[in-house]
């Protein structure tokens, strides 16, 4: 998932991002988020709003013996928002949608500590939020029930995969922003739809860095100027150039400077990503998220609505998590065998709801696909979400949300 319509897929073990579908509530929140707060017990309340989140510094005590803290998030804007946990580690611990005027509850393992909370963009100033332990407790290290030898392996072998797909999405950005800076915008379209394929495919990485997520794959929803705002940059912005231009309200964009900027942010990304160690659980955590995502906020053609190049997103998402599964399968046959054959059924169901609209060279535009088709992608990919969504507790790894 990345920071679409404020939706930021990034986390790790110690900073809570609670981030924003969209704005709509009224100023008055503006002054909750200044506000402090110290609870007593295990359970506390955040309210997402306009200005961020509220209170914008809070102290719990977790449970004792399981170490977990029970958010009761209130969305208090007019549009669906997230309430996502991350970490410096980084690692995905939690990632849940909360509809307009809604609350929910998610119970959260957190080791006693510091940490920050960061609501709607990641440029937003960050709250405070410190967890005390219990009577002293920490929080008990995770434990596998499969092999931790084989299991570091796959780690290992998803840490290769993802260095393969990082090398190829430079290549890739490279020959695209050459084209759009050379004004061959023909060539710049048909390179538009394949040059987001390795980024999808390691979405969940990507958004482990909320920073360049925001300025590479943000969508025009999450600025208050939409097309025309100027911090409105990376993929999405030149889409727009290259098949939109001036049509929406009338904005214009420099192709040419988004271009340069897209290659600049690249960089800095693949600098983050170089070195990074990813623990077992943040790739089955973080394959459940994407698809997750891909099933409640893509669904609707709102990802690449300018091109209409949705379907390869669709893929990409799904051949990404696929990755995680195979590298896990022979691990998880071991301790849930049934589980194992849900998720390959529940591939094969979301592949099948797909090759009706591939074609020779990729994909059919998303505005011919039917609204019957829409729903099924919708329902196969919701069933493969929950069934990813247990791989992580199925292999010892400790579940969070």
Not at 15 to 41: E, K, P, Q, Y
Request: hydrophobic letters at 45%; glycine letters at 6%; a negative charge.
């Amino acid at each position: 998932m990345s920071w679409h319509a404020r939706i930021t897929p990034v986390v790790a073990l110690g900073t809570l991002s609670f981030a924003l579908a969209a704005c709509g509530s009224d100023d008055s929140d503006a002054a909750d988020a200044t506000t402090d707060s110290t609870v007593a017990g295990s359970a506390a309340a955040v309210h997402l709003t306009d200005a961020g989140c509220s209170p914008a510094t809070l102290t719990v005590t977790r449970a004792a013996g399981g170490g977990s803290v029970s958010f009761e998030v209130t969305n208090d804007t007019d549009d669906r928002g997230e309430f996502e946990i991350i970490s410096p580690a980084p690692e995905i611990l939690a990632e849940e949608f909360v509809d307009a005027g809604q609350s929910a509850t998610y119970d959260v393992v957190l080791a006693a500590g510091s940490y920050e909370i960061i609501c709607g963009l990641p440029s937003n100033a960050r709250a405070a939020l410190t967890v005390n332990g219990a009577d002293g407790e920490t929080a008990a290290p995770a434990s596998t029930v499969v092999d931790a030898t084989a299991l570091q392996q796959a780690a290992a072998a998803y840490q290769d995969f993802v260095a393969e797909q990082v090398h190829e999405l430079q290549t890739q950005v490279q020959a695209f922003t050459d084209a759009v800076r050379a004004g061959n915008l023909d060539a710049a379209k048909s390179l538009y739809a394949p040059v987001r394929v390795p980024w999808e495919m390691i979405e969940p990485v990507a958004e482990l860095f909320p920073d360049s997520d925001a300025v590479i794959d943000s969508r025009s929803d999450d600025f208050p100027q939409g097309e025309a705002d100027p911090d409105f940059t990376g993929f999405h912005a030149i889409e727009y150039g290259l098949f939109a231009q001036g049509t929406i309200n009338g904005a214009e964009v420099d192709l040419p400077a988004l271009a340069d900027r897209l290659d600049a942010d690249i960089a800095t990304l693949i600098g983050n990503v170089t070195g990074l160690t990813i623990a077992p659980q943040v790739m089955t955590n973080g394959a459940a998220a994407l698809i997750e995502e891909a099933a409640q906020t893509k669904i609707t053609g709102e990802e690449d609505r300018y091109s209409k190049t949705d379907l390869y997103t669709f893929d990409a998402n799904v051949r990404g998590a696929l990755e995680v599964f195979t590298l896990v399968e022979p691990l998880l046959r071991t301790v849930n065998a049934d589980l194992a054959d849900q998720i390959t059924e529940n591939f094969a169901a979301v592949n099948a709801a797909l090759d009706p609209y591939r074609t020779t060279d990729g994909f059919a535009p998303y505005d011919e696909v039917s609204t019957a088709d829409q729903n099924t992608f919708k329902t196969t990919m919701a069933s493969l979400s929950e069934s990813l969504a247990q791989v992580t507790g199925s292999l010892g790894l400790v579940v969070t949300g």
